[in-house]
């Protein structure tokens, strides 16, 4: 049968077609029963009443009727724009690279100086030092970087850390800090294995590794091999390609869909080349075994030579040395370099030598290539806050005397960090409006800085993910299904692109639909893309409005005013002088000329002016209502609060801060409550999407569990009164939320009988009555345990009905940045950990080296993990933890057209029937279900996420192979005609263990 619960009828149409409506909401349900057990008109009369007293409280606190009223007062004066998107982001560009052009030029004078003070330095064989003569003698002509590391200061504040890494592995860094040692007493940082350092020092490349699987790498020399394996994948990034193959008298591939292909090297393992072209520059195939008794140059003879652009890089694990002139002869023949690793200690040093031949033709070229990394995360400085998220730019310096140069020494890579947070400094906030934000990537697509970036675990402090620095653009801005937005983005086109989308705040349990126009452009000189968001309706609207500076600075000193921690006013980084302004003070010093060299942003200042003079009223209006003992006599109202447009902010306390119920809200640890560089207060944002002249309620989710003693209560102000008008300030209270839910039950117990004897309230034990809100979260119950839960999982047979009957609606949302706990069983068997769906594999995967995270991934030849594995998942047999996965979940939210719903529920033959009603000026539904039926059997309706596994292999290796769309760098320097490569390595020999499939291999790959 078929029902209309959207169609609302106006009062005018008289108490018959009311009666009507009920009919109509009440015969929907097949075999529906009769509701005279709630009468609609009850629900109606309390709902009303609660409606009623609560906005009166939330409008009266909170002053938002004399704020509006104030606004209007402006509004003839002030002047309303369009924002031009597409122009915002090409300025904004512009400016990040200038900044990035400043830390390059920084880079530059550092690379010359070293260069030249190496050019000017005799090296003295006797200075030792308990170390090598080249590492003190390295030690000695860098120290003519101090000067410049203080002068590059001088000019930039904003140039937190210098350093220059060493090719021999000393770091020399500015400002200077005490390393500490772990419980072993060793400082395990090798500068070497940076992404910096290697990007700078060496072009994108294509790796094969070669591991020996015969009978004879077993003990000792398997683990030196696993070791060996896991340093060549420590020593490749984004732009680098790989595979693994293991052979003994047969080849293995790391996956059979992989066969003939290479791997992007993120830190994911996700993208991967169908075409198996790879990086189109450097070519290398890393050889790890124990023993080769031909040399095979006739098969580099024939796919090889003479340009020798693939080279050999053999590594000998073991002791064993004869014969080891054939290994030798393969990487000295083409262009390589050979090592000897008979310990785990050499492993590192051995490893890293193959960096600096493959930087050789960039040395000889003399090409200074500037370098950015991807973003990473890093706990220099950010001890007492958590790691920060940080860019690098990086610089390679070269040895230019004579008698070296075609060799093509790499003396080192210079670098300075760039915290992301120094980025969205310069976006200018209050043209992004309340929903809008600015996000940039690089040129694989990967995210550099989005609101939406999640690099740390949120459950368990401050601990970062294990691919954090490789979450790509479309796992965010997840509804561009073709990837249009991303593509664009990377191929570093300019342009513009919308859609539709469902933005979650609030910790993810809420959603809010919206339609988003992007625009993006490219920032020259740099690998990255920046992209501006700016949601349709206020959001792409702008004003200014002009008060006097005097009248606007008065205000703006009073003590109720605060300013947008993260935003940027004054730029008070330029210089030193600055730095210990405030931006009320910087303001202040800039209008009134006493400092002339500080840089202001003149718009916002002027409009954060004229939000002070417009907001001020409402300081005295606050304090009026605090001092007035008749008001707020059982202090249920603890705070009065407001922002505007452009992160000014005023609050009142009507309690002594002691006696706040929830001390965190509008503080540093309310990340969502109070306004930062990449969004709007939660507060704000949700109550500009409400119609204007309603409040929004919600219980505030605090980091770990609900905060069940707080209610917020806030309304957005409008400047006109059409969709165009931006939403210049939102205001709100917070109340007590047992104060809250006194107002609730004094409303339900109301009726309109003459005695005052009501037949019906929610005291009575026959029915069950909460409070909701337009998520569906329950800010009153009976059962107080219920406060703060989804209704859905309260009562699962109601919410089913309401979803059915339109009532709410659910939203399908998906979090490629999720974190799954997962249980590692009590087996010892290594078998479980191949299998790609076990939760154990993701456990293991974050505890063990980067190379078995790879191997057991990807279920490599079981040799790899056998005993390592086995060991790794003993130690974590029946425990928990937290892995990276992909999840669906769902959000809900009600339908607006809808006031009010009644219906039945049949449960085993039992009519249950309910009421829900919405309140008045709010968001807020009064549900009123009867409890004479028993409807446990019914399931509940959860927002629990839900893993997504690709279970069918033939999909799943489709979706391996697929590559997004990425940009190679420009800059490519695989060969030099001048270069000499007869440094490639010591003479050793061999123990003779010849796999008989390594030449058929050798001739596949050289092929290729």
């Not at 860098?142 to 504040?157: C, G, T």
């Not at 290539?369 to 995360?377: H, P, Q, R, S």
């Not at 949601?535 to 004003?543: D, I, M, P, V, W």
């Not at 809200?665 to 409550?673: H, M, N, Q, S, Y």
Request: net charge neutral; hydrophobic share 40%; with cysteine.
């Amino acid at each position: 049968m078929r029902w209309n619960v959207r169609t609302i009828f106006p009062r005018s149409c008289g108490v018959g077609i009311f009666l009507l409506w009920i009919t109509v909401g009440t015969a929907v349900v097949e075999g529906a029963g009769s509701q005279q057990g709630i009468p609609l008109s009850v629900v109606k009369l309390w709902a009303s009443a609660f409606g009623g007293e609560i906005k009166s409280i939330s409008a009266k606190y909170s002053g938002s009727q004399l704020l509006q009223k104030k606004y209007k007062e402006f509004e003839k004066s002030v002047r309303v724009e369009e924002i031009d998107g597409l122009k915002l982001v090409k300025k904004l560009s512009e400016s990040m690279e200038d900044m990035f052009h400043r830390k390059a030029e920084a880079m530059r004078r550092l690379v010359e100086a070293a260069e030249e003070a190496h050019l000017q330095h005799e090296e003295d064989p006797d200075l030792q030092v308990r170390c090598d003569s080249a590492i003190v003698n390295g030690v000695y002509w860098s120290e003519a970087l101090n000067k410049v590391f203080v002068d590059n200061f001088e000019r930039d504040p904003s140039l937190i850390w210098q350093y220059f890494g060493s090719a021999k592995g000393f770091f020399r860094q500015y400002p200077g800090v005490k390393w500490h040692s772990d419980e072993h007493g060793v400082i395990a940082f090798d500068c070497r294995n940076r992404k910096w350092y290697i990007q700078a020092a060496t072009s994108p490349k294509d790796v094969v590794i070669l591991v020996d699987v015969s009978g004879s790498m077993k003990g000792l020399r398997l683990t030196i091999a696993r070791q060996t394996v896991s340093s060549i994948l420590d020593t490749l990034g984004d732009d680098d390609f790989f595979n693994i193959i293991a052979y003994n008298q047969e080849i293995h591939y790391v996956e059979p869909c992989l066969n003939g292909t290479l791997v992007q090297a993120d830190k994911a393992n996700k993208d991967f080349n169908q075409t198996g072209r790879g990086s189109l520059c450097s070519q290398a195939i890393m050889l790890v075994t124990d023993g080769a008794t031909d040399m095979y140059d006739s098969v580099f003879a024939k796919y090889n030579w003479p340009h020798r652009k693939v080279r050999i890089f053999p590594y000998l694990i073991g002791r064993e040395s004869a014969f080891a002139d054939n290994l030798k002869w393969m990487a000295c023949d083409n262009k390589g370099y050979f090592a000897q690793i008979s310990t785990l200690a050499d492993v590192q040093e051995n490893v890293m030598r193959y960096l600096h031949v493959l930087s050789r033709p960039k040395v000889i070229d003399h090409e200074h290539d500037t370098v950015w990394t991807e973003a990473y995360m890093d706990n220099t400085m950010g001890e007492n806050n958590g790691p920060l998220l940080m860019t690098t730019v990086a610089m390679p310096v070269f040895s230019t005397k004579n008698q070296t140069k075609k060799q093509g020494i790499l003396l080192g890579v210079v670098g300075t960090d760039i915290p992301v947070q120094e980025l969205l400094k310069a976006i200018p906030k209050h043209k992004l409006g309340i929903h809008g934000y600015a996000f940039s990537i690089t040129n694989n697509g990967y995210i550099l800085t989005h609101p939406d970036l999640r690099p740390l675990y949120q459950q368990v402090g401050k601990r970062r993910k294990p691919n954090y620095s490789s979450v790509d653009l479309s796992e965010v801005e997840w509804e561009d299904k073709d990837h249009v937005l991303r593509n664009a983005m990377v191929n570093r086109k300019t342009g513009t692109f919308s859609m539709e989308v469902k933005k979650t705040v609030d910790k993810g349990k809420r959603v809010l639909s919206m339609h988003i126009d992007y625009y993006y452009t490219d920032i020259k000189g740099t690998p990255f893309s920046l992209g501006v968001a700016l949601s349709r309706g206020h959001g792409k609207y702008f004003f200014r409005g002009n008060v006097t500076v005097e009248a606007g600075l008065h205000d703006l000193e009073h003590p109720d005013v605060a300013l947008a921690d993260e935003w940027i006013y004054c730029n008070t980084d330029e210089h030193h002088e600055h730095r210990y302004l405030s931006q009320k003070q910087a303001i202040k010093l800039y209008l009134t000329g006493r400092k002339p060299h500080l840089k202001c942003d003149k718009e916002l200042v002027q409009e954060v002016l004229f939000d002070a003079v417009v907001t001020a009223p409402l300081e005295a209006y606050w304090t009026r209502l605090a001092l007035n003992k008749s008001e707020n006599p059982d202090k249920g109202v603890e705070i009065a609060f407001l922002g505007t447009r452009t992160g000014l902010s005023r609050t009142n306390l009507f309690v002594v801060p002691e006696q706040l119920t929830n001390q965190d809200f509008l503080t540093a640890d309310d990340k969502e409550g109070v306004f930062n560089a990449d969004h709007f207060p939660l507060w704000y944002k949700r109550a500009a999407e409400q119609i204007p002249g309603t409040f929004i309620y919600s219980l505030p989710f605090t980091s770990g569990t609900e905060n069940k003693s707080v209610v917020l209560a806030s309304t957005a102000i409008q400047l006109l009164d059409d969709r165009k008008s931006p939403i210049v300030a939102a205001v709100g209270i917070q109340m007590k939320l047992e104060f809250f839910q006194r107002k609730f039950w004094t409303a339900s117990r109301q009726c309109a009988a003459l005695d005052g004897k009501c037949a019906l309230s929610c005291d009575n034990e026959n029915i069950n009555c909460y409070l909701i809100d337009n998520n569906g979260f329950i800010l009153v119950a009976q059962d107080s345990s219920q406060t703060g839960m989804f209704f859905g999982e309260v009562d699962g047979a109601v919410m089913n009905k309401l979803l059915l009957m339109g009532s709410f609606k659910r939203v399908t949302l998906y979090d490629y940045q999720a974190s799954c706990t997962v249980f590692v069983e009590r087996s010892s068997s290594p078998n479980s950990l191949l299998d790609p769906y076990l939760a154990s594999i993701a456990a293991v995967k974050w505890l063990i080296t980067e190379l078995i995270i790879f191997l057991l991934e990807f279920n490599l030849y079981s040799w790899w993990h056998s005993d390592l594995t086995a060991k790794a998942h003993q130690r974590l047999k029946g425990k928990t933890m937290l892995v990276p996965c992909d999840t669906e979940y769902p959000a809900f939210v009600s339908e607006r057209t809808i006031k009010e719903t009644t219906g039945n529920i049949n449960c085993e033959g039992c009519a249950r029937s309910f009421v829900i009603q919405q309140i008045p000026s709010s968001n807020l539904f009064m549900v009123v279900v009867d409890n004479k039926c028993d409807c446990s059997s019914s399931p509940p309706v959860n927002m629990e996420p839900i893993e997504l596994i690709e279970h069918n292999e033939s999909l799943k290796c489709e979706r391996l192979k697929f590559q997004k769309d990425r940009k190679r760098p420009d800059s490519c320097h695989p060969y030099h005609p001048d270069e000499n490569a007869m440094e490639c390595g010591g003479v050793l020999g061999l123990d003779p263990q010849p796999p008989l499939t390594l030449l058929a291999l050798l001739c596949a790959l050289l092929a290729r």
